[in-house]
């Protein structure tokens, strides 16, 4: 990663980045920090392509000398502006540079000047735009995914969401907090919600939306392998009724054993 160099154009100083010292030394680091061939990311063992990078936000904080919240505000603006994707795991997330072809693009002209290698630098373009159409390829089935989720919720007597292109997007960036789960295992969660919500038989008063059944910690009490409908409170009511109900059928179940006693009797 210290090895080789990496295009900067000056014109950067004239945009409004240059304007801000933190920003600019944002977009630089990651410019910087950013892989310039296929690699895995070996502790996960997840492949990286040319313009992305495996960090977090704590330890951009760290490289930078600014907290956290700022790095993550920086973060969202450059997202805002298409200049870079995220996406965010537990305790990483992966960085890519939308265009980094195009800002780097002429390192490879060089290196096949210098080189005279016209294969090798084919090969590592060809490997760019591999990686830029897998990552066209899985936000088409992210944002397919979302919609999906959003619609089945939107089924259920919860939180009447207005659907919008905002709220998709913000569906598809909190799927990314739940990359352990299928789309199926996050409908069964939304479905067991509305369960608990709606039975007269459970004490559950909070209508979670979409996006706190997905972005919440404790929301995963809802989700398959955790659910177990005994960790809720019960209507003291229903289960008056449900002990009248089988203390009833016990009576009759006496009775009816009382009653054939005595015909044997006879």
Known sequence: MEDGWVKIHRK?????????????GLWTYLILRANHAQKFFTSKGVKLCPGQLATGRKQIAKDLGI???KVDRLLKKLEIEQQIEQQ?????????IVNWSSYQKSEHVVEQQVSNNRATSEQQVSTIQECKNKRIKEKKGARRN?????????????????????????????????KNYTADEIMEAIANLDHIYN????????????????????????YPGEFDPDRFPRNRGHESTNTEKKLMDELGSFFSFEKGSMKAAE
């Not at 537990?90 to 960085?95: F, S």
């Not at 259920?156 to 990314?176: C, F, P, Q």
């Not at 007269?200 to 059944?213: A, C, D, N, Q, V």
């Open 146 to 178: 979302a919609e999906e989720i959003l619609d089945y919720y939107l089924t259920k007597n919860l939180v009447d969401h207005r659907k919008n292109t905002h709220l998709i997007a913000e569906v598809e960036k909190a799927l990314g907090k739940r």
């Open 199 to 222: 039975s007269p038989e459970f004490l559950w008063s909070t209508k979670w939306g979409i996006l706190e059944l997905l972005n919440q910690s404790n929301a995963t009490k809802f």
């Open 67 to 69: 907290n956290e919240h």
């Open 88 to 96: 965010t795991f537990n305790k990483y997330r992966i960085i890519s």
């Open 12 to 24: 950067l100083l004239n945009s409004r980045y240059g304007k801000s010292i933190e920003l600019l």
